[in-house]
């Protein structure tokens, strides 16, 4: 079986303050760090331990930011040395030190990167994906598409390399003029798939089926914005839940989401990099 989880702890402290994220600046006591590290140590046990026949891809997205964490970095160097994972991604904004990857496996781990301007220096965020190039690690990176982060995603393009495929996050709520989707989408091609919440209900969608959203718990659902549960991972009462299934949402508005719905060509544009949010011809 091939299997893609979407895995969510109960992390939710980081260490920037963006003013749109509503877990900027959180603190995390040191009970919700050690309950933390217990679920995540839980879930990377129950990965290790699969079967060579069930191939199995794994997407950290934490509220907060792992690899500040030393169990986050831990955890995907271990898991991408692993012949039965196919590929260990997690979202981060890369504070973090880049040390860690020599111990993972370049083939299997990849980051998706985002800058946030005004939480980090930008030479410093530069310097940091450098290193992520010098090391053979796969990585995207990204920005939200604010008007006032313009310029800081165009001196980004300028100066990473060709290869890196650089996207924007439309931001919430916000409505572009087809003049500003324009820029937007001069810097990223695919930003026209955010521009816009994607018209779901009904359709069908590769959650609940070959790709599930995981809590610390380890109770499984089809993916983080359906909240009905399908049973839980540690029993293995969700296997029986797993089958072809429609989106009862009006809509999706979440790359995390709505790259899985099969009425999109997501799937074929991202082929090979999916979790890390990659293209193919990138």
């Not at 160097?77 to 979202?91: F, G, N």
């Not at 993916?223 to 991972?233: D, Q």
Request: proline share 7%; charged share 25%; with cysteine.
């Amino acid at each position: 079986m091939d299997l893609t989880v979407l895995y969510r702890g109960p992390l939710a402290s980081c260490d920037y303050d963006c003013p749109y994220c509503p877990f900027a600046k959180r603190r995390d006591s040191r009970e919700q760090l050690r309950a933390d590290r217990d679920a995540l140590e839980r879930f990377a046990g129950w990965a290790a331990a699969r079967q060579p026949e069930d191939r199995l891809s794994v997407l950290f997205t934490p509220w907060g930011e792992g690899l500040v964490r030393s169990w986050y970095r831990r955890t995907l160097a271990e898991l991408s040395r692993l012949p039965h994972i196919r590929r260990v991604a997690i979202q981060t904004n890369l504070s973090c030190r880049t040390d860690w990857l020599a111990e993972a496996d370049p083939d299997t781990l990849a980051l998706w990167c985002t800058y946030h301007p005004g939480q980090t220096p930008y030479d410093r965020f530069l310097g940091k994906c450098r290193e992520l190039s010098a090391r053979g690690i796969r990585f995207s990176v990204g920005i939200v598409g604010f008007e006032e982060h313009l310029e800081a995603a165009r001196r980004l393009r300028a100066d990473l390399p060709e290869h890196v495929y650089l996207w924007v996050n439309a931001a919430e709520g916000r409505d572009y003029t087809d003049e500003e989707a324009a820029r937007w989408t001069a810097l990223d091609p695919l930003f026209p798939y955010s521009r816009h919440p994607h018209r779901s209900a009904g359709l069908p969608c590769r959650t609940g089926e070959s790709v599930i959203s995981v809590d610390g718990d380890g109770t499984v659902r089809r993916c983080h914005f359906v909240p009905a549960e399908l049973g839980n991972l540690y029993d293995g009462s969700y296997r029986a839940a797993l089958r072809p299934r429609a989106c009862p949402l009006a809509v999706c508005d979440c790359h995390i989401g709505y790259v899985h719905l099969e009425s999109l060509p997501l799937y074929d544009v991202f082929a090979g990099g999916v979790l890390e949010r990659i293209p193919a011809s990138a």
